[in-house]
């Protein structure tokens, strides 16, 4: 079965370890942002400590919070994220998981066009500085994203064409 390129949701098993935790993160985070539902920072705790252990789960959602916040706060568009139990990534999902990857392998031009992207603006400050502390704790808890994701980001932060912009 051939995956259809176009479809704005990619299949979360092309997504593991490291690259999935992230993703699930920036998700399940959002979502309690918005509805302040307290069972999507549970998930997000429970996919972090299984990963991770309890010690490094702390400071990595401390710091997946900080970033997820300034996201949140700065964004100048609606973000699009699957539903908390998708087994797929959206657009905006993928894009934040190559941030981070970016991030990791110092692929700086990637990782600001990945925040243009995220928030629709130029006040990319907050949120570079987020992800790049979140990035750093991940490396430190060993867990460090393919660089495959740091090289596609600028693809992936490209606006999708509309009929008045392609």
Same mark, same amino acid.
């Given at each position: 079965?051939?995956?259809? *390129?176009?479809?704005?949701?990619? *299949?979360?098993?092309?997504?593991?370890?490291?690259? #999935?935790?992230? @993703?699930?993160?920036?998700?399940?985070?959002? &979502?309690?942002?918005?509805?302040?539902?307290?069972?999507?920072?549970?998930?997000?705790?429970?996919?972090?400590?299984?990963?991770? @252990? +309890?010690? &490094? +789960?702390?400071?990595?959602?401390?710091?997946?919070?900080?970033?997820?916040?300034?996201?949140? #706060?700065?964004? $100048?568009?609606?973000? !699009?994220?699957?539903?908390?139990?998708?087994? #797929?990534?959206?657009?905006?999902?993928?894009?934040?998981?190559?941030?981070?990857?970016?991030? $990791?392998?110092?692929?700086?031009? +990637?990782?600001?066009?990945?925040?243009?992207?995220?928030?629709?603006?130029?006040?990319?400050? !907050?949120?570079? $500085?987020?992800? !790049?502390?979140?990035?750093?704790?991940?490396? @430190?808890?060993?867990?460090?994203?393919? *660089?495959?994701?740091?090289?596609?980001?600028?693809?992936?932060?490209? &606006?999708?064409?509309?009929?008045?912009? $392609?």
């Amino acid at each position: 079965m051939s995956r259809d *390129p176009y479809s704005p949701l990619h *299949p979360a098993p092309d997504f593991a370890g490291p690259e #999935r935790l992230v @993703g699930l993160g920036f998700r399940y985070w959002l &979502a309690g942002f918005r509805t302040g539902d307290i069972s999507c920072w549970e998930r997000a705790w429970c996919a972090y400590s299984n990963a991770l @252990g +309890a010690a &490094a +789960a702390k400071g990595a959602l401390t710091d997946l919070s900080c970033w997820v916040r300034a996201i949140n #706060r700065h964004a $100048q568009r609606d973000l !699009e994220t699957a539903a908390v139990d998708c087994d #797929r990534f959206c657009r905006d999902e993928c894009v934040a998981i190559a941030m981070i990857a970016a991030c $990791q392998h110092n692929a700086c031009p +990637a990782m600001r066009a990945c925040a243009f992207s995220l928030l629709g603006c130029s006040m990319i400050d !907050e949120v570079v $500085q987020g992800a !790049e502390n979140f990035a750093a704790t991940m490396r @430190g808890a060993d867990q460090v994203l393919l *660089p495959s994701f740091a090289h596609g980001a600028p693809l992936l932060a490209m &606006a999708p064409a509309t009929p008045t912009r $392609q």
